[in-house]
């Protein structure tokens, strides 16, 4: 599909966003004016967006604890919303290839699915934030706690999810692979892994949310850098320009965040029939 | 000659928990296929034919008697005995031509060998152009020739269909049975095909095995003499179609009693 057509099919999502978040907006704004709003709690847009230079002081490029503010500006901004996404990126990707695994091994083997079934059951309703003492109990204040709460967010969901796929595999497809002389192995990475990977990739994307709330979470208490931090900054020194500025540049890495990931979806999980997959035909 | 396949007292009762709920699928099976023969089975559904195919397919296990294939016990599924299903069942993450040659990827043919199998298999199929569609953007009548194409591609010297055709249009199942014809003459396969539409088995077979309702036994055994196309018109194909709608008749008020009574 040429470019042209790509961009005349988004605009219209892109047109009723900007509504959609402009109303948002305008109400807030109309809040402020009748005087609703009391711009030091309730600051709206144009104020918290009036002064950037000024908010984007507290941003820092390093990311140690109790560091200095080092007078901010873009590239502080980028390497703050930089350390939390990788924090992300790392706790996902582990948190996935290691739920896989051990979605599969409950699956296929017994003494796997009698011993560690009724632990993740147990574990898996436990909050996140429930974690965090232990993350910080085991790995101290850093980088690793972060990246821990964000692994275990998506770590169980992603082996009950292996476990009910695999369970839901066609068995049809598996009999092909058998008549063509797959061996166990052959069947689960050709057969079984493909056939599940694309509603993992959902639950992933479901929990990606999550994990993003986690990670602002673990910043703010156990990190010492990152946009949770600013958050918590903002917070304790009662600046409400830079809490909701910071709000603002969430909701935007979340959303792109996530945008990433259905790319990613469509890249890697070409079969899956999306809107766009049966236009480009 | 050696039977392609050789099939004594077969029986096979599905177990449950409690031996009260066993189901007896098959009893007392006995019959052979003579390489290069179509045979088809025929009976009402439930009466356990599409277990026969899986069992001589060696997905499943006969609880009694022998199955053999070229004389060989039947112990495993094997690429030379290939069962083809009513869904298509092809990979959906897979081209056509890579479904076409997934059984030859297991074997770790290199990717030009497995190119020029495909497009091969896939121009005598008529799909010249499909190699690299993906399976969802097929008819369902083309998605069940890609089937068999994945089959043939292993070039077995048996070829089982579990009622391929039913989910098809009338129209379309007259195309695939001639399509299905030339493969079987081209590929000089025995082909065992199961099926429940009285005019399937007079269009198709050499032989049909007509079954019993639960548990499944050879009711008669009726050979097909009829030249080929085999036209509705001829009275002998009228002949044959009454034959088996008394023989059918009675097996489908049991099977449909017994369904009906499993579901109180």
């Given at each position: 599909m040429s470019l042209n057509r790509r961009v005349a099919a988004a605009a219209p999502a892109f047109l009723w966003g900007v509504v959609s978040v402009g109303i948002f907006a305008g109400l807030w704004e109309l809040a402020w004016a009748l005087g609703y709003a009391n711009p030091l709690l309730l600051p709206p847009p144009h104020i918290f967006l009036s002064d950037i230079p000024g908010t984007l002081r507290y941003f820092d490029t390093t990311n140690t604890v109790g560091s200095n503010a080092t007078g901010g500006g873009l590239v502080a901004l980028a390497t703050t919303i930089g350390w939390t996404t990788l924090r992300v990126v790392l706790g996902l990707a582990i948190g996935f290839v290691l739920g896989v695994g051990s979605g599969a091994l409950i699956g296929y083997f017994a003494p796997f699915r009698n011993l560690m079934l009724p632990l993740v059951t147990l574990l898996a309703p436990v909050s996140p934030v429930a974690w965090l003492p232990v993350a910080i109990f085991l790995f101290g204040i850093g980088d690793v706690p972060a990246i821990f709460l964000v692994f275990i967010t998506v770590y169980f969901a992603i082996v009950l999810s292996t476990i009910a796929q695999i369970e839901s595999v066609p068995v049809n497809y598996l009999h092909v692979a058998r008549i063509m002389g797959a061996t166990r192995w052959q069947s689960f990475y050709r057969v079984v892994l493909p056939s599940v990977l694309p509603a993992l990739f959902m639950t992933l994307r479901l929990n990606l949310f999550a994990a993003w709330m986690v990670v602002l979470i673990a910043e703010a208490i156990g990190v010492g850098s990152g946009l949770g931090q600013i958050v918590s900054v903002a917070r304790s020194t009662f600046n409400a320009k830079l809490v909701f500025f910071t709000m603002g540049i969430i909701g935007v890495a979340g959303f792109l965040f996530d945008y990433a990931l259905r790319q990613v979806q469509r890249k890697v999980l070409w079969w899956i029939s999306t809107n766009s997959s049966k236009a480009a035909l | 000659m050696t039977p392609a396949i050789s099939c004594t007292r077969v029986g096979k009762i599905w177990r449950s928990a409690d031996s009260a709920n066993d189901v007896e699928a098959l009893r007392n099976i006995s019959f052979t296929v003579m390489p290069g023969e179509f045979v088809v089975l025929l009976g009402p559904s439930g009466c356990g034919k599409s277990s026969l195919l899986y069992m001589i397919a060696g997905l499943e296990q006969p609880t009694e008697g022998?199955?053999?294939?070229?004389?060989?016990?039947?112990?495993?599924?094997?690429?030379?005995?290939?069962?083809?299903?009513?869904?298509?069942?092809?990979?959906?993450?897979?081209?056509?031509?890579?479904?076409?040659?997934?059984?030859?990827?297991?074997?770790?043919?290199?990717?030009?060998?497995?190119?020029?199998?495909?497009?091969?298999?896939?121009?005598?199929?008529?799909?010249?152009?499909?190699?690299?569609?993906?399976?969802?953007?097929?008819?369902?009548?083309?998605?069940?020739?890609?089937?068999?194409?994945?089959?043939?591609?292993?070039?077995?010297?048996?070829?089982?269909?579990?009622?391929?055709?039913?989910?098809?249009?009338?129209?379309?199942?007259?195309?695939?049975?001639?399509?299905?014809?030339?493969?079987?003459?081209?590929?000089?396969?025995?082909?065992?095909?199961?099926?429940?539409?009285?005019?399937?088995?007079?269009?198709?077979?050499?032989?049909?095995?007509?079954?019993?309702?639960?548990?499944?036994?050879?009711?008669?055994?009726?050979?097909?003499?009829?030249?080929?196309?085999?036209?509705?018109?001829?009275?002998?194909?009228?002949?044959?179609?009454?034959?088996?709608?008394?023989?059918?008749?009675?097996?489908?008020?049991?099977?449909?009693?017994?369904?009906?009574?499993?579901?109180?």
């Amino acid at each position: 599909m040429s470019l042209n057509r790509r961009v005349a099919a988004a605009a219209p999502a892109f047109l009723w966003g900007v509504v959609s978040v402009g109303i948002f907006a305008g109400l807030w704004e109309l809040a402020w004016a009748l005087g609703y709003a009391n711009p030091l709690l309730l600051p709206p847009p144009h104020i918290f967006l009036s002064d950037i230079p000024g908010t984007l002081r507290y941003f820092d490029t390093t990311n140690t604890v109790g560091s200095n503010a080092t007078g901010g500006g873009l590239v502080a901004l980028a390497t703050t919303i930089g350390w939390t996404t990788l924090r992300v990126v790392l706790g996902l990707a582990i948190g996935f290839v290691l739920g896989v695994g051990s979605g599969a091994l409950i699956g296929y083997f017994a003494p796997f699915r009698n011993l560690m079934l009724p632990l993740v059951t147990l574990l898996a309703p436990v909050s996140p934030v429930a974690w965090l003492p232990v993350a910080i109990f085991l790995f101290g204040i850093g980088d690793v706690p972060a990246i821990f709460l964000v692994f275990i967010t998506v770590y169980f969901a992603i082996v009950l999810s292996t476990i009910a796929q695999i369970e839901s595999v066609p068995v049809n497809y598996l009999h092909v692979a058998r008549i063509m002389g797959a061996t166990r192995w052959q069947s689960f990475y050709r057969v079984v892994l493909p056939s599940v990977l694309p509603a993992l990739f959902m639950t992933l994307r479901l929990n990606l949310f999550a994990a993003w709330m986690v990670v602002l979470i673990a910043e703010a208490i156990g990190v010492g850098s990152g946009l949770g931090q600013i958050v918590s900054v903002a917070r304790s020194t009662f600046n409400a320009k830079l809490v909701f500025f910071t709000m603002g540049i969430i909701g935007v890495a979340g959303f792109l965040f996530d945008y990433a990931l259905r790319q990613v979806q469509r890249k890697v999980l070409w079969w899956i029939s999306t809107n766009s997959s049966k236009a480009a035909l | 000659m050696t039977p392609a396949i050789s099939c004594t007292r077969v029986g096979k009762i599905w177990r449950s928990a409690d031996s009260a709920n066993d189901v007896e699928a098959l009893r007392n099976i006995s019959f052979t296929v003579m390489p290069g023969e179509f045979v088809v089975l025929l009976g009402p559904s439930g009466c356990g034919k599409s277990s026969l195919l899986y069992m001589i397919a060696g997905l499943e296990q006969p609880t009694e008697g022998t199955l053999l294939a070229h004389g060989r016990p039947v112990a495993s599924p094997d690429a030379d005995r290939s069962l083809i299903f009513q869904d298509a069942s092809l990979f959906p993450w897979l081209t056509v031509g890579e479904n076409v040659t997934f059984g030859l990827s297991l074997r770790r043919e290199s990717k030009a060998k497995r190119r020029e199998v495909a497009d091969e298999i896939l121009r005598k199929i008529g799909l010249a152009d499909a190699a690299d569609k993906r399976p969802d953007q097929l008819s369902g009548g083309m998605r069940q020739r890609v089937a068999v194409a994945r089959a043939l591609a292993m070039r077995p010297s048996i070829l089982m269909m579990d009622e391929p055709f039913a989910a098809l249009d009338v129209q379309t199942r007259a195309k695939m049975q001639d399509f299905l014809l030339t493969v079987w003459k081209d590929s000089g396969a025995s082909v065992m095909l199961v099926t429940h539409s009285i005019d399937e088995a007079i269009a198709l077979a050499d032989r049909v095995l007509v079954f019993t309702a639960r548990p499944g036994k050879i009711k008669t055994e009726v050979p097909i003499d009829l030249e080929r196309p085999r036209s509705p018109r001829d009275p002998r194909y009228r002949e044959l179609h009454d034959l088996f709608a008394d023989l059918l008749a009675d097996e489908v008020d049991r099977a449909f009693e017994q369904q009906e009574a499993a579901a109180e």
